[in-house]
């Protein structure tokens, strides 16, 4: 008897660890777990093209696997343009990095070229974006956790992929709120800075709006409304649509050096915070619980 309910006891233990080990290992993603599918050629699909998906890819592939390489491991992005789901995923397995893009998500109506980059360098957050991590069985796991992958997304993997552009011209005729005009220019005093600023913060209403499509949210996004909530302890899954902007937006307004790193040991280093007085560029609240 008392080994049956030993054996029990492993396989129950067993099967929590798995489905914690799955949400680190992707089944997450960048979204909730959803069963929309927006296959090739769909009627009315809107979002990127392929040409626009590898090229996004590309570039970002271009910047980290050198970076990766580093380290000792090898990064691996999948592309998965023929598959319609819509989500994106990290993993590590052994030596190798890996993340996975689909042409599902490339083709949501509310995806940009650039929305879909920041969904890579989200990707790419969870392997390189420092504290904080998500939680595991045990301790820490691998994985920066959702906010901070976004926060890395805008504050440190889009400023390379955008660096060599020529924003201004970019920025000149998009469509950018005055309010993201006025705290770029508060932040930054070289043009092509604030312009990188503003891409970004456009890169995130485009993520935003993604995730507000998925949960079927009537009220949109602005980024001089951010959300009020203040957490107890630091949210490690998925945060909620304006939250998740305000945090690609102070990404996006973070001063700090692009090529400066994050840390595995210490959450400040690298970023804006509170500790140096900052009060713009920094972690939101409404997932993020500062150790000091």
């Not at 570039?59 to 380290?71: D, F, H, L, R, T």
């Not at 090898?74 to 993340?99: C, F, I, P, S």
Request: aromatic letters at 8%; hydrophobic letters at 35%.
């Amino acid at each position: 008897m008392r080994k049956g309910i030993l054996v029990a006891t492993m396989v129950a233990l067993a099967s929590v660890g798995s489905s914690i080990a799955c949400d680190i290992h992707g089944e997450s993603g960048i979204v909730e777990k959803n069963d929309l599918n927006i296959p090739v050629g769909a009627k009315n699909a809107g979002g990127i093209t392929k040409e626009q998906f590898d090229s996004a890819i590309d570039k970002v592939e271009g910047i980290y696997q050198p970076i990766v390489a580093a380290k000792g491991k090898t990064l691996e992005v999948v592309r998965n343009w023929d598959d319609g789901t819509v989500n994106a995923y990290a993993q590590q397995v052994g030596n190798t990095w890996k993340v996975s893009m689909f042409g599902g998500l490339a083709r949501h109506e509310t995806i940009t070229v650039d929305g879909f980059a920041l969904v890579v360098c989200h990707e790419v957050g969870h392997h390189l974006g420092g504290l904080p991590k998500k939680k595991s069985w045990w301790s820490s796991s691998w994985a920066s956790n959702e906010g901070q992958a976004d926060y890395f997304g805008t504050m440190k993997c889009l400023r390379k992929y955008m660096e060599k552009d020529d924003n201004i011209t970019m920025m000149a005729n998009a469509n950018v709120p005055t309010f993201v005009t006025e705290k770029c220019e508060a932040n930054f005093t070289n043009a092509s800075d604030i312009a990188m600023c503003q891409r970004g913060a456009l890169a995130g209403l485009s993520l935003g709006n993604l995730f507000r499509a998925l949960r079927r949210l009537d009220a949109p996004l602005k980024f001089d409304t951010p959300d009020p909530a203040v957490v107890a302890q630091t949210d490690d899954n998925h945060p909620a649509p304006q939250c998740r902007l305000d945090t690609y937006f102070q990404g996006a307004l973070c001063e700090k050096d692009h090529y400066s790193d994050v840390s595995d040991t210490d959450a400040n280093q690298g970023v804006c915070n509170r500790v140096d007085q900052d009060t713009d560029g920094i972690r939101p609240l409404c997932w993020y619980k500062p150790a000091n």
